[in-house]
């Protein structure tokens, strides 16, 4: 009987472990995508139009509280695409938009799409040239960081003693 209370016991704290670890990297991915928007945002600050910000949408949590319950234990995250980012105000298509600011770097109007587009005589000083790396780029390195073996072993060290205590 002792036996079933001690299993049981450590089957909740490695439970609970389990959740605070998800969340945990759950916020730090969030956290993560936050940081490269705001890296590609400060990148370039535009004075030919209007920015509407709506990259900061572009994510959603897997749930409010940073994980869902599977069949094979916890799943956490975020999901990124350009369904979240909302209308822009120049009525461009939202794939357009997150492809070439997400994914490519690109601020506004770069400085080959302004060939031909009456922009070149300001080609050379104000058409900002692409984010390196893009915030897409930046993301996926901070990912292969977050679930490096090493990095995953010591967040679960860490979540196991917080249930300790």
């Known amino acids: 009987m002792n036996e079933d209370l001690d299993f049981k016991k450590i089957t909740k704290i490695y439970n609970n472990a389990m959740k605070k670890m998800a969340q945990k990297i759950t916020n730090n991915l969030e956290k993560e995508y936050k940081f490269a928007i705001n890296e590609f945002y400060n990148d370039y600050d535009p004075w030919y139009y209007d920015r509407g910000y709506n990259l900061y949408k572009g994510f959603k ?11 094979n234990g916890y799943m956490s995250g975020i999901t990124v695409s350009d369904a979240y980012i909302g209308n822009n105000p120049y009525h461009q298509d939202r794939e357009y938009v997150y492809m ?11 400085r080959n799409d302004a060939i031909g587009r009456g922009w070149e005589r300001l080609r050379e000083k104000h058409i900002p040239i692409n984010m390196n790396p893009s915030p897409q780029t930046l993301i996926e390195r901070q990912y292969k960081q977050i679930i490096k073996k090493k990095n995953m072993d010591e967040l679960f060290d860490e979540c196991i003693k917080l249930e300790l205590r």
């Open 61 to 71: 949590r897997v749930s409010k509280r940073g994980y869902l319950k599977s069949d």
């Open 100 to 110: 070439r600011s997400f994914s490519k770097g690109i601020h506004g109007i770069n």
